[in-house]
């Protein structure tokens, strides 16, 4: 039959064991990393339109566009 006597190594584990959780406890309850946001963040305001289909390229009205003339002889 076991003795009811408590050995000094079962409470010294018992004391470690207990200092060691309320750290652990203490710590996790100061600390900011696990704070978690309920309400995620708005998207981002859109400040480009949004993509459609292909335009063809504008040409620019500042320059004129270069011409040429063909001559062929004998023809008015």
Do not use: F, H, K
């Amino acid at each position: 039959m076991p003795s009811a006597r408590v050995s000094r190594a079962t409470v010294l584990r018992a004391a470690a064991v207990t200092v060691i959780t309320a750290t652990v406890t203490l710590a996790a309850a100061c600390s900011d990393e696990d704070t978690v946001d309920t309400i995620p963040p708005p998207w981002p305001v859109r400040t480009t339109t949004p993509d459609g289909p292909p335009r063809p390229p504008s040409v620019s009205t500042t320059t004129p566009a270069p011409t040429s003339t063909i001559t062929v002889a004998g023809t008015t």
